[in-house]
């Protein structure tokens, strides 16, 4: 496989593959934010982006977050 090859099938990934790929190449560790973001989202602190994030996209339209922030 050519390097023009490899660029035309990397270009073709989906956003989370490709973001997968650049984890593999390119390794960081999680640092304290990475650890307290990875911890609010298993606990469940953050579903209300999730929520937003849904009702925004079902609407097909981005709004302002409000009072579900904090």
């Known amino acids: 496989m050519s390097v ?3 660029k035309q099938a990397i270009s073709k990934l989906s956003p989370r593959d490709y973001c997968d790929l650049m984890a593999e190449l ?4 999680d640092d304290e934010w ?7 989202a298993a606990a ?14 079902g609407e097909d339209r981005f709004g302002h977050i409000g009072s579900d922030f904090g």
């Open 44 to 57: 469940g602190r953050l579903d209300f982006v999730r929520r937003h994030a849904e009702k925004a996209k």
């Open 4 to 6: 023009t090859e490899i």
């Open 34 to 40: 990475d650890l307290q973001m990875k911890s609010d």
């Open 26 to 29: 390119h390794p960081w560790p």
